[in-house]
């Protein structure tokens, strides 16, 4: 495992389960939201969001979480040596994200996303949420199901227990 994609709708546990991974093959560890996102939940030009995605993927070693901007997606899984597919029910997404929006609200967020402060707006994350699982999830599953018949590693997490026993391993 030199190059670890995870990637899934927000919500579902990826950027806990890469920095762990990270931490165990020790390799770095890139969340893409902090290359999407300027404070104020503002989002970078593509310009930046692209140089500072080809920059990692250059690296010969990393484990990345995050979407990004969906045209970045088949490059990092092509550049990727193994993916991890983290695709539960959307309200099992909506669920974790509530509770993580509780947590930043109440102080106890270790790791917020993208390193911000201050946290998105709850309706705006919802809809995001749901037009990524409308819209770009069948995308990905179809990419990644392209890299699966190349011969590429896949590991598919559909509910938190299969996410807690990949983690346990």
Known sequence: ??????IGNAGGGKSTLARRLA??????YHEIDALLWAPGWILQSE????????????EERWVIDGLGRLDSIEARLRRATDIVLVDMPLW???????KRQLAWATGKLSHPPAGLSEMPDMDALFETMWLVDKDWMPKIRIM???EEAEGKPVTKLGSPSELDEYQAD
Request: no cysteine.
């Open 144 to 146: 990644v199901a392209a």
């Open 23 to 28: 931490d165990k093959l020790g390799q770095p």
């Open 47 to 58: 310009e930046v969001f692209e140089a500072a995605h080809q920059k990692i993927l250059a």
């Open 92 to 98: 099992r997404h909506f669920s974790f994200a509530a």
């Open 1 to 6: 495992m030199k190059r670890v994609a995870v």
